[in-house]
């Protein structure tokens, strides 16, 4: 399966942004999903999960309560909703793909996309 981030961009700090990751070449229902980040000289970090029909999510304490995972497998898109976003939130936002059931660990994803940058100002 291909996976193409977009939705990124510049914002103010308490803006929102819904970052999509499209997928193609497989059916994507068979897939869970995932966003990670990547700051600058920092580790890529887990950022939350939906499993296969949407049914089982999870989050980065960092970001629960300001953020919403999603999936639409009738347009092969899973979708990932940050409100009120902070300095902190900027990274490199990247989605992931597994066979595998979902888990926040980053080798656990063998399908990844390129990466939407996020830069959030104060």
């Known amino acids: 399966v291909q996976l193409q981030a977009s939705g990124g961009g510049l914002v103010q700090a308490g803006d929102s942004l819904r970052l999509s990751c499209a997928a193609s070449g497989h059916t994507f229902s068979d897939y869970a999903a995932a966003w990670f980040r990547q700051a600058p000289g920092k580790e890529r970090e887990f950022v939350s999960y939906?499993?296969?029909?949407?049914?089982?999510?999870n989050y980065a304490d960092s970001v629960e309560g300001r953020s919403t995972i999603s999936r639409d497998d009738s347009n092969n898109t899973v979708y990932l909703q940050m409100n009120r976003l902070i300095p902190e939130d900027t990274a490199v936002y990247f989605c992931?793909?597994?066979?595998?059931?979902?888990?926040?660990?980053?080798?656990?994803?063998?399908?990844w996309g390129q990466g939407t940058q996020v830069t959030v100002s104060s």
């Open positions: 939906v499993g296969r029909g949407g049914h089982i999510v």
């Open positions: 992931a793909a597994t066979t595998w059931s979902p888990s926040r660990s980053r080798n656990d994803y063998r399908y």
